[in-house]
């Protein structure tokens, strides 16, 4: 029933009364007027209200009775009654009358209708109190007005929008939590037929209903917006098109004054779009073209808004409007940050709402990850983290992959989240398997990455990974047991970088220990200047172990000055770092030192947490004697195969070796906790297994920790002293070695053990079977360095006898001769490894004897000099294979490396047998390059060996391997930045400065450049070039700073050099001119990179008399021994197209030259590895797998590659064996002597190149002069013919041969780059007929 579908009344009804005048009121009911009481009043209106309830449609007679009575009821006397009672009977009265009269309202006036309806609507608000007395009419009133529809009549007014409005904020004013449902179902169904029926919604009325969707409405009234949402979800289709109005007249005219709601547009599409996303279906366009607004703020708060928008649980925005999403995305690189920001955080919650967006989000985040702004990075990672720990099925691997990569981002803030989010992951999926093996294997490379940032050089990070280590990989607080087996399974399916980042993780945290048990130490000794000096430096080291180190210095001292005047306090940190200090004994040391430290008053206490960083550090927190007994147990029960080895993704086996290598580690650290016979029971078990591994690394835990058990286990001595007797006799070489350094350290009577084992092995060498010759080489080697006074005798018969002349001096097996300059340590014969171990033992039995009276050392000395100047062939009789020839290079440049470090022996190598060590770093065979230059960084790094061993690194400038020269960069950086550290920490060391301080090492280095055989020609540019390159390579890391005036301090040393005179060869005037010239090469490189070089040096500096002569007096050297010319060609000419080293003194390989015959596909695919990993000291860089050589596709190590040449057609040239066209003189006369030119390869395995000649001649056939090369000495001609055909034009200079260009040695070919061979261009402009061969693979 309703009066919108009905017909307008046919006559208007006029008057107040009847016929006659008078108002007929129900029976019972007397007159109402204003002259009666308002109870009175009340009291007759209710019968009035009772009687217009009971009255319907069809009582015609009454409702022309009572028409007077309706007319009366609309009077202002009734409408504007000040009692709320008679108002409310009267527009019960009044709705009623609506209902009996409908459709012929009696009301014709349209201000009546107004004001009775505008009445109607302020009693209404009755409806709030529905506590009220009243309350039931207020709701019959409601009631009655929405079933008959009775506002519908206001369509007929011009002003009804009023009513309407004021309807609707009454209604929405009024609805609380006290209503039922069927309060809200009409005040719905009221405004519904308003909204529906009518002929549109007007602005004004549109904000009454938004308003209560405006958040801040929303949180006073909720039941005001749950009805505003089911009424716009029930209108949604007729309100669709006012809200799109709306819309469109604010976001893309501007017209914010069309509504007081404007300023909250985006809060408005937001619940619209929660509430019913067709009520914006004409919305969502227009938000694509504010997307794209010149305004930075408009489009973050845009991107705000559809963040919401798409990121919510329903939503399917995405789906369904791909442009509008693909125009979002785009917002990932807007140039606003605050919008990039913005766009990053949304990532999170739809990652986690919908993961079938992940892959759109994926290339945005990556670029997002590498963002300039370090919160966007920061938020990059809470995003992926935040959805990874939600669901790590939410995340793919790309993903995790931007997580791992910002674990070294620039920025601390950004790499702790990183590291501690991918922790996070790791204990919740790994650890505690939350999600299954699935899952669990997929962040399984987590704990090894993590471990890996432990090689970084910042302290915070080191910090936080031994931080993540106590608390997430191995988390401290959980039982014993569990940690242990944590660990255990932990450290075996660790890479082997991770393991050794943890096993240098506890190293640092033993040597804070023993710094701060040092500095206990010095507390309990007298005050005087030496102890507070000890004190002051030991306090520094600590700092340094400690997040910011320059705050540190203070806090510490603080922290020292407390420990003084505090006895309780120290006691507690002696206990903490006591050896016997359990892992539960330590954790109450910390509390009770952080409780005394602590102040109340102070919340924040920078100095608190400082000391508790270092308390962490050194407290015991994972290993103690239970911990100990733990992990043995494990390892017993993987030997016993009853441990759940398969089930942690770990063989028995793996485990087994990985525990006790874990054991070993453990042993140095903590050597304490293995002092009891269940944990020596069970090493002794491993000693007995076949695994070689695993009983040396008993051995050694053997030797770490059992310096008690000859007192107090006498069992275990008894059972242990055969089996390290068997070991040392016929063990693995490493076994022997740990087995007779154990019995020297654990046992009284080591004299008598060492000599039970020296004995027999000593009478028992036959070089005849070198297999069984390596382990008593080992043991009798240790057992003479380390009992020198009881075997240095006895062993000097053995060397002179037996070592030199019957095993180093012949060659009792002939080599595979394969053209393989290394091969790997299974295929090398017994008799090159003997003959290793050999040179080991004379080195070993040197250093215990530490003293060079019988002059034994020089006689080794030479030795090894001889067998680097044979190239490896002590003998020279052609017998032993190239690649044991680099194994014994390697031997002997290592043991003159390693005499180096003891004083006694330094003194007596010469300058030549210093050279000649020198250049082993420069060997023709990658490998031995590589791990000499690792032995030398190593240990020089530990300042062993003297300061001119160092000017060794620059001779890396030549090396063709680009990987090579970063390495030896890297180990000049480290070795200067240490040198110097030990400066600023030793205050004392200023006395040794000469062998300290890093700027010395020039004069060592233009001593070793200016004998270098390469330099034979002191004004040849080349060469020049070359001295220039190796002195840039060293300077430019000694000049990264001028650190005291440093710069003017090098200049003047070479300065000074030109006033001396070589000391190696003092009488001759080449040699000094080529120091003299090397000396102007470095002045000219130190002044054309340094303006500050010009300075005074601030002292005047020392040169070392071994090299250099004293000045003569009135000497005065003002020449200068390069030329203008070259100088500028020196500093501005163009740079070499290559490495130096690619014809070192070698023939080179260019146009003309045949290949070499091939018989079979097998030899060419030698040394494939050549470029192994580079073990830096920093450990994290990434290092290119493969050199030069591997892009021409030519293994380096391969004695003869084949290679693309260009032939130049020769008449008339027969044929000769082992020789070479020299091409190049066909072409270009000077080429052949330029060095490092540019060559091309081919790829080895052309099998059907037939070799027609090797030999270098001219186009009327003379032979071309050739580079001499780096080895051996002049032979004389009465050696034969056969040395004088092979080397007829190779005269030799004393050197090492280095990698070059040769038949022998490709690895001059890393050297060229194959992309533009230089030589080849330039015999094609000259020979334009030549043609050029390609070789396929």
Same mark, same amino acid.
């Given at each position: 029933?309703?009066?919108?579908?009905?017909?307008?009344?046919?006559?208007?009804?006029?008057?107040?009364?009847?016929?006659?005048?008078?108002?007929?009121?129900?029976?019972?009911?007397?007159?109402?007027?204003?002259?009666?009481?308002?109870?009175?009043?009340?009291?007759?209106?209710?019968?009035?209200?009772?009687?217009?309830?009971?009255?319907?449609?069809?009582?015609?007679?009454?409702?022309?009775?009572?028409?007077?009575?309706?007319?009366?009821?609309?009077?202002?006397?009734?409408?504007?009654?000040?009692?709320?009672?008679?108002?409310?009977?009267?527009?019960?009265?009044?709705?009623?009358?609506?209902?009996?009269?409908?459709?012929?309202?009696?009301?014709?006036?349209?201000?009546?209708?107004?004001?009775?309806?505008?009445?109607?609507?302020?009693?209404?608000?009755?409806?709030?109190?529905?506590?009220?007395?009243?309350?039931?009419?207020?709701?019959?009133?409601?009631?009655?007005?929405?079933?008959?529809?009775?506002?519908?009549?206001?369509?007929?007014?011009?002003?009804?929008?009023?009513?309407?409005?004021?309807?609707?904020?009454?209604?929405?004013?009024?609805?609380?939590?006290?209503?039922?449902?069927?309060?809200?179902?009409?005040?719905?169904?009221?405004?519904?037929?308003?909204?529906?029926?009518?002929?549109?919604?007007?602005?004004?009325?549109?904000?009454?209903?938004?308003?209560?969707?405006?958040?801040?409405?929303?949180?006073?009234?909720?039941?005001?917006?749950?009805?505003?949402?089911?009424?716009?979800?029930?209108?949604?289709?007729?309100?669709?098109?006012?809200?799109?109005?709306?819309?469109?007249?604010?976001?893309?005219?501007?017209?914010?004054?069309?509504?007081?709601?404007?300023?909250?547009?985006?809060?408005?599409?937001?619940?619209?779009?929660?509430?019913?996303?067709?009520?914006?279906?004409?919305?969502?366009?227009?938000?694509?073209?504010?997307?794209?607004?010149?305004?930075?703020?408009?489009?973050?708060?845009?991107?705000?808004?559809?963040?919401?928008?798409?990121?919510?649980?329903?939503?399917?925005?995405?789906?369904?409007?791909?442009?509008?999403?693909?125009?979002?995305?785009?917002?990932?690189?807007?140039?606003?940050?605050?919008?990039?920001?913005?766009?990053?955080?949304?990532?999170?919650?739809?990652?986690?709402?919908?993961?079938?967006?992940?892959?759109?989000?994926?290339?945005?985040?990556?670029?997002?990850?590498?963002?300039?702004?370090?919160?966007?990075?920061?938020?990059?990672?809470?995003?992926?983290?935040?959805?990874?720990?939600?669901?790590?099925?939410?995340?793919?691997?790309?993903?995790?992959?931007?997580?791992?990569?910002?674990?070294?981002?620039?920025?601390?803030?950004?790499?702790?989240?990183?590291?501690?989010?991918?922790?996070?992951?790791?204990?919740?999926?790994?650890?505690?398997?939350?999600?299954?093996?699935?899952?669990?294997?997929?962040?399984?490379?987590?704990?090894?990455?993590?471990?890996?940032?432990?090689?970084?050089?910042?302290?915070?990070?080191?910090?936080?990974?031994?931080?993540?280590?106590?608390?997430?990989?191995?988390?401290?607080?959980?039982?014993?047991?569990?940690?242990?087996?944590?660990?255990?399974?932990?450290?075996?399916?660790?890479?082997?970088?991770?393991?050794?980042?943890?096993?240098?993780?506890?190293?640092?945290?033993?040597?804070?220990?023993?710094?701060?048990?040092?500095?206990?130490?010095?507390?309990?000794?007298?005050?005087?200047?030496?102890?507070?000096?000890?004190?002051?430096?030991?306090?520094?080291?600590?700092?340094?172990?400690?997040?910011?180190?320059?705050?540190?210095?203070?806090?510490?001292?603080?922290?020292?000055?407390?420990?003084?005047?505090?006895?309780?306090?120290?006691?507690?940190?002696?206990?903490?770092?006591?050896?016997?200090?359990?892992?539960?004994?330590?954790?109450?040391?910390?509390?009770?030192?952080?409780?005394?430290?602590?102040?109340?008053?102070?919340?924040?206490?920078?100095?608190?947490?400082?000391?508790?960083?270092?308390?962490?550090?050194?407290?015991?927190?994972?290993?103690?004697?239970?911990?100990?007994?733990?992990?043995?147990?494990?390892?017993?029960?993987?030997?016993?195969?009853?441990?759940?080895?398969?089930?942690?993704?770990?063989?028995?086996?793996?485990?087994?070796?990985?525990?006790?290598?874990?054991?070993?580690?453990?042993?140095?650290?903590?050597?304490?906790?293995?002092?009891?016979?269940?944990?020596?029971?069970?090493?002794?078990?491993?000693?007995?297994?076949?695994?070689?591994?695993?009983?040396?690394?008993?051995?050694?835990?053997?030797?770490?920790?059992?310096?008690?058990?000859?007192?107090?286990?006498?069992?275990?001595?008894?059972?242990?002293?055969?089996?390290?007797?068997?070991?040392?006799?016929?063990?693995?070489?490493?076994?022997?070695?740990?087995?007779?350094?154990?019995?020297?350290?654990?046992?009284?009577?080591?004299?008598?053990?060492?000599?039970?084992?020296?004995?027999?092995?000593?009478?028992?060498?036959?070089?005849?079977?070198p297999e069984q010759l390596i382990t008593p080489l080992v043991s009798l080697g240790h057992i003479s360095m380390l009992a020198p006074d009881q075997f240095a005798s006895p062993m000097k018969s053995v060397v002179a006898n037996f070592i030199v002349k019957d095993l180093l001096m012949n060659d009792r097996s002939t080599g595979e001769k394969n053209g393989k300059l290394w091969s790997p340590d299974e295929e090398v014969s017994p008799e090159v490894l003997a003959k290793v171990q050999a040179i080991k033992l004379l080195v070993r039995w040197l250093l215990g004897m530490k003293n060079n009276q019988s002059k034994s050392a020089n006689s080794t000395l030479r030795l090894l000099s001889a067998m680097l100047v044979s190239e490896g062939d002590l003998t020279e009789q052609k017998r032993i294979s190239k690649s044991d020839m680099s194994r014994l290079r390697l031997a002997a440049g290592s043991a003159i490396m390693k005499l180096a470090q003891e004083p006694c022996y330094h003194e007596i190598i010469t300058p030549e047998q210093f050279q000649l060590c020198a250049l082993v770093i420069n060997d023709e065979c990658y490998q031995v390059r590589q791990i000499f230059a690792q032995k030398l960084h190593k240990a020089l790094v530990k300042l062993l060996l003297p300061l001119e061993y160092m000017a060794i690194f620059a001779l890396c400038a030549k090396d063709p391997v680009k990987e090579r020269r970063a390495h030896a960069r890297q180990c000049l950086l480290k070795n200067i930045s240490i040198r110097r550290e030990y400066i600023k920490q030793n205050p004392m060391a200023t006395e040794k400065l000469l062998s300290l301080l890093p700027e010395y090492v020039v004069?060592?280095?233009?001593?070793?450049?200016?004998?270098?055989?390469?330099?034979?020609?002191?004004?040849?540019?080349?060469?020049?070039?070359?001295?220039?390159?190796?002195?840039?390579?060293?300077?430019?890391?000694?000049?990264?700073?001028?650190?005291?005036?440093?710069?003017?301090?090098?200049?003047?040393?070479?300065?000074?050099?030109?006033?001396?005179?070589?000391?190696?060869?003092?009488?001759?005037?080449?040699?000094?001119?080529?120091?003299?010239?090397?000396?102007?090469?470095?002045?000219?490189?130190?002044?054309?990179?340094?303006?500050?070089?010009?300075?005074?040096?601030?002292?005047?500096?020392?040169?070392?008399?071994?090299?250099?002569?004293?000045?003569?007096?009135?000497?005065?050297?003002?020449?200068?021994?390069?030329?203008?010319?070259?100088?500028?060609?020196?500093?501005?000419?163009?740079?070499?197209?290559?490495?130096?080293?690619?014809?070192?003194?070698?023939?080179? $390989?260019?146009?003309? =030259?045949?290949?070499?015959?091939? &018989?079979?596909? #097998? %030899? !060419? @695919?030698?040394?494939? *590895?050549?470029?192994?990993?580079?073990?830096? $000291?920093?450990?994290? =860089?990434?290092?290119?797998?493969? &050199?030069?050589? #591997? %892009? !021409? @596709?030519?293994?380096? *190590?391969?004695?003869?590659?084949?290679?693309?040449?260009?032939?130049?057609?020769?008449?008339?040239?027969?044929?000769?064996?082992?020789?070479?066209?020299?091409?190049?003189?066909?072409?270009?006369?000077?080429?052949?002597?330029?060095?490092?030119?540019?060559?091309?390869?081919?790829?080895?395995?052309?099998?059907?190149?037939?070799?027609?000649?090797?030999?270098?001649?001219?186009?009327?056939?003379?032979?071309?002069?050739?580079?001499?090369?780096?080895?051996?000495?002049?032979?004389?001609?009465?050696?034969?013919?056969?040395?004088?055909?092979?080397?007829?034009?190779?005269?030799?200079?004393?050197?090492?041969?280095?990698?070059?260009?040769?038949?022998?040695?490709?690895?001059?070919?890393?050297?060229?780059?194959?992309?533009?061979?230089?030589?080849?261009?330039?015999?094609?402009?000259?020979?334009?007929?030549?043609?050029?061969?390609?070789?396929?693979?």
């Open positions: 029933m309703d009066f919108t579908a009905q017909p307008k009344p046919a006559t208007a009804l006029c008057g107040v009364g009847s016929a006659d005048g008078k108002i007929a009121y129900p029976p019972g009911v007397k007159e109402i007027t204003d002259k009666i009481t308002t109870d009175e009043m009340i009291k007759r209106l209710k019968m009035v209200v009772k009687t217009f309830m009971d009255m319907d449609q069809d009582s015609e007679d009454e409702k022309q009775q009572y028409l007077p009575l309706a007319l009366h009821l609309a009077s202002e006397f009734f409408l504007r009654n000040p009692n709320k009672d008679v108002r409310l009977l009267v527009a019960c009265c009044l709705a009623d009358i609506f209902r009996i009269y409908a459709p012929e309202a009696p009301y014709t006036s349209h201000d009546k209708l107004k004001d009775i309806f505008l009445f109607i609507t302020r009693q209404l608000k009755g409806l709030e109190d529905t506590k009220s007395p009243q309350f039931n009419r207020y709701f019959y009133l409601l009631e009655n007005l929405a079933w008959v529809k009775s506002y519908n009549i206001c369509f007929e007014l011009e002003d009804c929008n009023e009513i309407f409005i004021q309807l609707f904020r009454t209604l929405f004013s009024v609805i609380n939590n006290s209503h039922n449902k069927k309060v809200q179902m009409h005040m719905l169904d009221l405004m519904s037929s308003i909204i529906m029926e009518g002929d549109g919604v007007t602005q004004e009325l549109l904000d009454s209903i938004l308003i209560n969707l405006i958040p801040a409405h929303k949180n006073l009234n909720k039941q005001s917006f749950d009805l505003a949402k089911v009424l716009l979800k029930r209108t949604v289709q007729t309100i669709e098109a006012c809200i799109a109005n709306f819309f469109n007249q604010v976001l893309v005219l501007g017209r914010s004054s069309v509504s007081d709601l404007s300023e909250h547009v985006f809060d408005l599409i937001q619940e619209l779009f929660a509430i019913d996303p067709h009520l914006l279906l004409s919305v969502m366009p227009q938000l694509e073209f504010k997307l794209k607004s010149n305004d930075g703020e408009e489009r973050l708060a845009v991107v705000r808004l559809l963040a919401k928008l798409f990121g919510s649980k329903d939503s399917d925005l995405a789906t369904q409007n791909r442009p509008l999403w693909q125009c979002f995305l785009g917002r990932f690189n807007d140039i606003h940050v605050p919008v990039r920001l913005e766009s990053v955080k949304f990532a999170s919650h739809c990652l986690m709402n919908h993961p079938d967006l992940a892959k759109d989000l994926t290339e945005y985040l990556k670029v997002r990850s590498h963002d300039p702004e370090e919160a966007i990075r920061h938020d990059v990672i809470v995003t992926i983290i935040t959805a990874a720990k939600r669901d790590l099925a939410l995340v793919n691997d790309q993903l995790l992959g931007f997580v791992r990569e910002r674990t070294l981002d620039k920025r601390w803030r950004v790499r702790k989240e990183a590291m501690m989010g991918l922790a996070q992951l790791y204990k919740k999926y790994c650890l505690h398997g939350e999600a299954g093996k699935e899952a669990a294997e997929k962040v399984s490379w987590i704990k090894d990455k993590l471990l890996h940032i432990y090689y970084q050089n910042s302290i915070d990070d080191k910090l936080l990974v031994e931080k993540i280590f106590a608390q997430y990989l191995v988390p401290h607080n959980l039982e014993t047991e569990e940690r242990m087996k944590c660990l255990y399974y932990l450290y075996a399916s660790l890479d082997p970088n991770a393991v050794k980042a943890l096993n240098e993780m506890w190293k640092c945290q033993n040597m804070l220990r023993s710094h701060v048990r040092e500095l206990l130490d010095l507390h309990k000794q007298p005050t005087s200047e030496a102890n507070c000096s000890a004190m002051f430096g030991k306090l520094m080291t600590i700092a340094k172990n400690l997040p910011d180190p320059g705050k540190a210095q203070d806090f510490v001292k603080k922290f020292n000055q407390v420990l003084g005047d505090d006895e309780k306090l120290r006691s507690q940190l002696e206990l903490l770092i006591s050896p016997t200090c359990s892992c539960k004994q330590a954790d109450v040391c910390v509390r009770e030192i952080a409780r005394k430290l602590a102040n109340p008053k102070q919340p924040t206490n920078p100095f608190l947490e400082m000391v508790k960083f270092l308390l962490e550090r050194i407290a015991p927190v994972h290993i103690d004697s239970e911990a100990i007994s733990a992990l043995v147990k494990l390892m017993n029960k993987s030997i016993e195969g009853t441990a759940d080895d398969e089930e942690e993704g770990v063989s028995p086996d793996t485990a087994i070796r990985s525990g006790l290598e874990l054991l070993k580690v453990l042993s140095f650290t903590h050597p304490t906790s293995f002092h009891s016979a269940e944990t020596y029971e069970s090493l002794l078990q491993c000693l007995r297994m076949e695994d070689d591994k695993v009983a040396e690394a008993a051995i050694q835990i053997f030797r770490n920790t059992g310096h008690k058990i000859e007192t107090d286990l006498p069992q275990i001595r008894s059972t242990l002293i055969p089996i390290l007797h068997q070991k040392a006799k016929r063990g693995t070489p490493h076994q022997a070695k740990q087995a007779v350094h154990c019995i020297h350290a654990i046992f009284t009577n080591k004299e008598v053990q060492l000599a039970q084992i020296f004995e027999p092995l000593s009478r028992s060498l036959n070089a005849d079977v004069p060592y280095m233009i001593h070793l450049l200016a004998h270098d055989p390469d330099f034979t020609r002191s004004q040849d540019v080349d060469q020049l070039r070359d001295i220039k390159e190796c002195l840039w390579f060293m300077l430019e890391v000694l000049m990264t700073k001028n650190e005291n005036n440093s710069h003017a301090f090098m200049k003047k040393m070479a300065e000074n050099i030109k006033l001396t005179k070589d000391a190696q060869s003092p009488d001759e005037s080449k040699t000094n001119e080529k120091l003299y010239t090397v000396c102007d090469v470095a002045l000219c490189v130190i002044s054309s990179k340094s303006a500050l070089c010009n300075a005074d040096s601030p002292k005047d500096p020392v040169l070392p008399t071994k090299f250099f002569t004293q000045p003569e007096k009135d000497f005065c050297n003002d020449k200068s021994y390069i030329s203008e010319e070259t100088r500028v060609l020196l500093l501005t000419g163009k740079p070499k197209p290559t490495g130096v080293l690619g014809a070192v003194n070698k023939p080179l $390989s260019a146009t003309g =030259r045949k290949p070499y015959v091939r &018989s079979t596909g #097998a %030899e !060419t @695919g030698s040394n494939i *590895n050549v470029n192994s990993e580079l073990n830096s $000291s920093t450990g994290n =860089r990434s290092r290119e797998q493969s &050199s030069e050589a #591997a %892009e !021409t @596709g030519v293994s380096e *190590n391969e004695e003869n590659p084949v290679r693309i040449i260009s032939v130049t057609p020769v008449k008339n040239i027969d044929p000769v064996k082992n020789k070479e066209i020299n091409s190049d003189q066909a072409t270009q006369g000077n080429i052949s002597s330029d060095r490092g030119k540019k060559r091309t390869v081919t790829a080895a395995g052309a099998e059907n190149i037939q070799q027609k000649t090797d030999e270098e001649v001219d186009e009327s056939g003379t032979p071309a002069p050739s580079k001499p090369r780096r080895g051996r000495r002049p032979k004389s001609e009465s050696q034969g013919n056969a040395t004088k055909n092979d080397d007829i034009s190779k005269p030799l200079s004393k050197g090492r041969k280095r990698a070059g260009g040769t038949q022998e040695s490709p690895g001059g070919l890393e050297a060229g780059n194959a992309k533009a061979p230089k030589l080849q261009d330039m015999a094609k402009k000259a020979a334009p007929a030549e043609r050029q061969i390609d070789l396929q693979r």
